[in-house]
């Protein structure tokens, strides 16, 4: 079970699935719990009172939640690996704009995700581990 | 102002990501993934002086997001940063000692091109 020059494996996808899915729904909800909040000016109640704000709350939980799932993906695999590979939450928020807010989308929004897409592609490619080290944790 | 804090962020978060890599290869890999093993882990990355690093140096990015945000619009911001792919891909060769194939190379390159278009 060492990680070295695994290819792209089962854990590493599940795991990079929560760092990707984590960061986009917690981005989207504390955009959607901070907007029309005004709070930058109205002082440290103000600030204070954001916290209680259900989306904002569940926003930081999943953002808690995607530094955590990373931290475990950078415990085996490459930081060169993790980078692109979960750079691929960029399109998911495109889709998400597109089909669940019916946004607009440029056409240099969808070249730059296929741009994002193939990159991942590319990267998921290469062994996960490239460095040597300690394998697993005591 | 407004390049000055893009230098910021890079510089920040390429920070926390090294210090974070650095300290989550020192602990070594996770595997055990129930509860119980997750909180020890947990525990003992906690006490990790490179992970404690990564998240200041995290909190510092983060709060030059901020500033950038206020001065910058998002559509700047975003690309503008986006050059951190490729400056902690290679101080993921020279410090971290990863070995970076040409194919990774150009996913790396890839992907920060489409950062910078998305955000556009």
Redesign the interface.
């Known amino acids: 079970m060492s990680g070295y020059g695994r290819p792209l494996g089962l854990k590493t996808l599940l795991v990079s699935a929560v760092v990707v899915v984590s960061n986009v729904g917690g981005n989207a909800l504390l955009s959607r719990g901070l907007k029309g909040q005004g709070a930058f000016s109205s002082g440290p109640l103000g600030w204070l009172s954001i916290f209680l704000n259900p989306w904002v709350a569940a926003g930081i939980s999943l953002l808690v939640l995607w530094m955590l799932s990373r931290m475990t993906l950078l415990s085996w695999a490459d930081l060169s690996y993790v980078l692109p590979l979960t750079a691929s939450g960029y399109v998911l928020t495109v889709l998400a704009g597109k089909f669940l807010l019916a946004e607009q989308v440029s056409w240099q929004r969808w070249a730059g995700s296929l741009l994002i897409v193939a990159g991942a592609f590319l990267v998921g490619g290469t062994p996960i581990r490239t460095t040597g080290g300690r394998r697993k944790a005591p | 102002m407004k390049w000055a804090l893009v230098a910021a962020i890079v510089a920040a978060t390429t920070c926390a990501?090294?210090f974070?890599?650095l300290?989550?290869?020192?602990?070594?890999?996770?595997?055990d993934f129930r509860v119980g093993a997750l909180g020890r882990?947990?525990g003992?990355?906690a006490q990790n002086p490179f992970?404690s690093a990564s998240i200041l140096f995290m909190a510092v990015s983060f709060f030059a997001f901020l500033a950038l945000l206020s001065v910058a619009d998002l559509s700047f911001a975003v690309p503008a940063t986006a050059a951190s792919?490729v400056v902690?891909?290679v101080l993921?060769?020279s410090i971290?000692?990863?070995?970076?194939?040409r194919?990774?190379w150009?996913?790396?390159?890839?992907?920060?091109?489409?950062?910078?278009?998305?955000?556009?």
């Open positions: 990501d090294l974070q890599t300290g989550m290869k020192r602990h070594g890999e996770i595997h882990a947990l003992k990355v992970v792919y902690e891909t993921a060769r971290l000692r990863e070995r970076i194939s194919k990774r150009a996913g790396a390159l890839l992907v920060a091109c489409g950062v910078a278009l998305v955000a556009l």
